[in-house]
Nanobody
Framework: QVQLVESGGGLVQAGGSLRLSCAAS????????MGWYRQAPGKQRELVAI???????NYASSVKGRFTISRDNVKNTVYLQMNSLKPEDTAVYYC???????????WGQGTQVTVSS
């Protein structure tokens, strides 16, 4: 089993910044893709950003240029640096990790990000 624990959410004013972290623990093999998703009230969960084991990244168009995803393979941790936050970024943010040898990816418990106008 693998557990993902997120931290770093909170309340911030528009234009501010937050940094999310998600650390994996347990029976960790090789972590392939790490990602961040978000779900706003009444909306479907959507992809925010992903990063491969080789460091390639992909971002949703709505966050490109404002958010940066990174990973620390020693600490089994993925980060999401969020700058120039907007009220429409308000959502519960979930981390996701796909590991070698596991049929399905793992999800974190979610962390609330609220951006006030």
């Amino acid at each position: 089993q693998v557990q993902l624990v997120e931290s770093g959410g909170g309340l911030v004013q528009a234009g501010g910044s937050l940094r999310l972290s998600c650390a994996a623990s347990g029976s960790i093999t090789r972590i392939n893709v790490m990602g961040w998703y978000r779900q706003a009230p009444g909306k479907q969960r959507e992809l925010v950003a992903i990063i491969t084991s080789g460091g390639s990244t992909n971002y949703a168009s709505s966050v490109k240029g404002r958010f940066t995803i990174s990973r620390d393979n020693v600490k089994n941790t993925v980060y999401l640096q969020m700058n120039s936050l907007k009220p429409e970024d308000t959502a519960v943010y979930y981390c996701n990790m796909a590991l070698t040898g596991y049929a399905t990816p793992y999800w974190g418990q979610g962390t609330q990000v609220t951006v006030s106008s």
